[in-house]
């Protein structure tokens, strides 16, 4: 049986499936060609990252599929419903990522707090003539212990944000209309474990009362985080969306960096993605990264071994 990665695969999950005696093909397949090579090639199982998408019109025309697989979470790119409407299996590895994702959340809240973003930007520049001002200006640092996390959307990333800050000596509050509460188990790398019970309070307790705000919600139609949000939130707060583009309202975002409401904001995912507002990316209080929350080679790892034993399970 064929498997064609036309995203790319890790080589754990290649390994996995070829010793299971599947053949993995890593070509990668230009969209408009994918159709003719999957027929051509008589592919059983089709995966996908983000970049390739497999619409009605490909699964009505490749008839050798069986399975259409998401390395990650999001299945927009893919016609899930009508898929599984005509007999396919869709899988994704909604897990894998989780840890990967909190991590970045910390990287930015550390890097914040410390303006890293912004003396990244500066030593460069003027490392070199303005030292003894640059360090001035990077010298009201703050720390994390001690202060509160208030996390938006408590499924897998939000816990996962969760235990890094209960590692790092913060409180922790969440808001999550669908998880009323929630048991975290802080495990530690000898084997012991520490529990936790958290219960979900309101949006606007979160957002009055956490020094850091960080959003783990699914894209939605409204912003979940407008000016309104912005303007209820502590002086001096910031707030961190790795999340989805457009979960936070931008516009509102830079005014209240600008105006001084927030301390600094760090984004990974854009409303405008690929091409982000220049306005958030040439803001001085803004961590920016570019959508790779997921990127770490131990989720894509966990992505490839997931997939593998998913599809070992169904064809074999
Ligand atoms: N930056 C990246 O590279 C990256 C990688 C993976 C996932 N993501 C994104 O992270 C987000 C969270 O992923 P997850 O795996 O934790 O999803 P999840 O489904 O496990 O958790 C999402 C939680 O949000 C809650 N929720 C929904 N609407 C809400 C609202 N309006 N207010 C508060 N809570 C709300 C849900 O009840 C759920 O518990 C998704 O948008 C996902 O696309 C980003």
Redesign the pocket.
Same mark, same amino acid.
């Given at each position: 049986m064929k498997v064609l990665a036309n995203d790319g695969i890790s080589k754990k999950g290649v390994e996995a499936l070829e010793a299971a005696g599947f053949e993995v093909l890593t070509t990668k397949v230009a969209q408009e060609q994918l159709i003719d090579y999957i027929n051509k090639h008589e592919i059983d199982v089709l995966l996908v990252r983000s970049a390739t998408t497999a619409r009605k019109e490909l699964i009505d025309a490749c008839k050798s599929l069986k399975i259409i697989g998401r390395g990650?979470?999001?299945m927009d790119n893919i016609d899930v419903a009508y898929a599984r409407e005509k007999g396919l299996k869709v899988i994704n590895t909604?897990a894998a990522?989780?840890q990967s +994702?909190a991590e970045l959340v910390f990287a930015h809240l550390y890097g914040g707090v410390r303006f890293l973003h912004d003396s990244n930007r500066n030593m460069p520049l003027e490392g070199e003539t303005k030292f003894g001002s640059l360090k001035k200006s990077y010298a009201k640092g703050v720390e994390l212990r001690g202060k509160t996390l208030g996390v938006?959307?408590?499924?897998?990333?939000?816990q996962e944000t969760a235990k890094i800050a209960l590692g790092a000596g913060m409180e922790v509050i969440y808001?999550?209309?669908?998880?009323e509460s929630s048991n975290i188990s802080l495990e530690f790398f000898d084997g012991r474990s520490i529990d936790f019970s958290f219960d979900s309070v309101s949006?606007e307790e979160v957002l009055k009362n956490a020094d850091f705000v960080t959003v783990? +919600?699914?894209?939605?139609k409204e912003y979940?985080i407008g000016k309104k949000e912005l303007d209820s939130m502590k002086d001096g707060a910031a707030i961190v969306n790795?999340?989805?583009g457009g979960v936070i309202d931008e516009v509102a975002l830079i005014e209240a960096l600008d105006g001084g409401k927030l301390s600094f904001a760090a984004l990974?995912?854009f409303e405008n993605e690929p091409t982000p507002a220049i306005k958030v990316l040439m803001n001085g209080k803004v961590s920016l990264t570019p959508?790779?929350?997921?990127a770490t080679n131990e989720a894509q790892d966990r992505i490839g071994t997931e997939l593998a034993s998913q599809i070992i399970e169904i064809l074999k």
């Open positions: 990650g979470v999001g909604p990522s989780s +994702v938006i959307g408590f499924g897998r990333i939000g808001h999550d209309p669908f998880i949006k783990h +919600v699914p894209a939605q979940v790795a999340a989805r990974d995912t959508h790779i929350g997921a």
